[in-house]
């Protein structure tokens, strides 16, 4: 077992967040903020530096990585504990976590933002990860522009309900291609009625009119199945014809022994992320049942929890439920669009602006994450090229009653 060490006096609660990503750092920040000397808090993560992964997609198409941070570092200047290693499992009744190399952490309090799983949706495609080196986009335009079609296609796979980071590449591919000289066709293949339609009709007109511009097509209410020899769609059956495929990955959630979770891994919470039958613990982000894996989202998550915890420590705060707003920023390298769009109801109507949604513009728009990696950067808060902004409610009682998100939902056969 691995002994705490306290900071403090012996009523300071102990608190554990599992996981260094974005759900997991927005926790941190918000407990520091929410409860400072009353809690001790240690962050367990299997790798020891934060990776704003939303920005990965961005690397292929510029000398400039993304942003990195040691844990270590940033757990000492906040005045929390890391420690190197992956919770694989936990013991509620007991208040204790298990890490991959079998050694225990005890805990008061726990906020479980270990991610999803992944895997490729087609072994013959390439996948656009976000936690690996970047995707060979140069390689990817090359086969495209040697192939008799000279088409690359841009995949969605099936039950994906967050395909922005495909448009982003997407967009950046066809801008890179021309830089090149190259003629390629880009083609985006998606489940979805519309681009983007988690966002609501006026964005996807908006994202919908970008594409054109940019000469892509995008065919939609169709999926890509691998067979021998390559790709075909459906409905129809009928074959792919491209150079080449670039696909998102398939999710699973992390399955974390002791935690109730759905037929797939993911993490069940409720309203205020807490764990159903495992008291005190709590879960944020990808790794969680909420339909949509990104990253402001999972902020807000954390946000929920980390105020749970803050009270329970003593804190003068009232913890509201999670009454989750999606937030995009679409990077396309050249034209900038605002959106702001209820799904929920009683959001009012859809507006259209040039102005940001939120400060500072990072593309995680986390309460605490995005002011503090905006004052930790020696750049200017910009998000790089162009972006577009998107803003859209998602109904409070998400949690009890399905959201109807599924992009399958309009296909047939």
């Given at each position: ?403 109807a998100l599924d992009p399958l939902e309009h296909i047939e056969g």
């Amino acid at each position: 077992m691995i002994a705490q060490e306290k900071n403090g006096g012996p009523d300071r609660r102990r608190v554990l967040i599992a996981g260094g990503g974005i759900a997991g750092l927005e926790a941190l920040l918000a407990l520091n903020d929410l409860a400072g000397e009353r809690v001790d808090v240690t962050l367990a993560a299997p790798d020891p530096e934060f990776t704003y992964r939303p920005m990965i997609v961005e690397e292929p198409f510029s000398l400039a990585p993304a942003e990195r941070r040691d844990l270590g570092l940033l757990c000492r200047d906040l005045g929390a504990r890391f420690v190197q290693g992956a919770v694989r499992a936990m013991i509620p009744d007991r208040h204790v976590a298990i890490l991959a190399d079998g050694s225990e952490l005890d805990y008061d309090a726990a906020i479980v933002c270990v991610g999803a799983r992944s895997r490729p949706a087609y072994p013959s495609a390439t996948t656009l990860r976000s936690w690996s080196e970047p995707v060979a986009i140069d390689e990817a335009i090359d086969d495209a522009a040697t192939d008799p079609t000279r088409r690359l296609a841009f995949v969605v796979p099936p039950r994906i309900v967050w395909s922005l980071p495909l448009y982003e590449l997407a967009m950046l591919t066809q801008r890179r291609a021309v830089e090149r000289g190259l003629a390629v066709e880009i083609l985006i293949v998606t489940p979805e009625a519309e681009p983007l339609s988690v966002f609501g009709h006026v964005a996807s007109s908006a994202v919908a009119d970008l594409l054109a511009a940019r000469g892509i097509e995008v065919l939609t209410e169709s999926s890509v199945a691998e067979v021998q020899g390559g790709f075909v769609v459906h409905p129809g059956g009928r074959a792919l014809d491209v150079g080449a495929v670039v696909a998102l990955p398939v999710l699973t959630g992390p399955g974390i022994e002791g935690l109730a979770a759905d037929a797939r891994g993911f993490i069940r919470i409720d309203e205020h992320a807490s764990v159903p039958g495992a008291p005190d613990v709590f879960a944020a982000g990808d790794g969680t049942i909420f339909p949509i894996k990104q990253g402001g989202l999972a902020t807000q998550q954390a946000d929920a929890a980390a105020e749970m915890v803050a009270a329970l420590a003593g804190a003068p705060i009232d913890p509201q439920p999670l009454r989750p707003v999606l937030r995009g920023k679409l990077i396309t390298g050249s034209e900038s669009l605002h959106l702001s769009s209820s799904i929920s109801g009683g959001g009012g109507e859809p507006t259209a602006s040039l102005d940001y949604l939120w400060w500072p513009p990072k593309k995680v728009a986390g309460k605490f994450l995005a002011p503090f990696l905006a004052g930790a950067s020696r750049f200017e808060p910009e998000p790089p090229g162009h972006s577009l902004d998107v803003e859209v409610s998602v109904p409070s009682e998400w949690h009890s009653q399905p959201m109807a998100l599924d992009p399958l939902e309009h296909i047939e056969g």
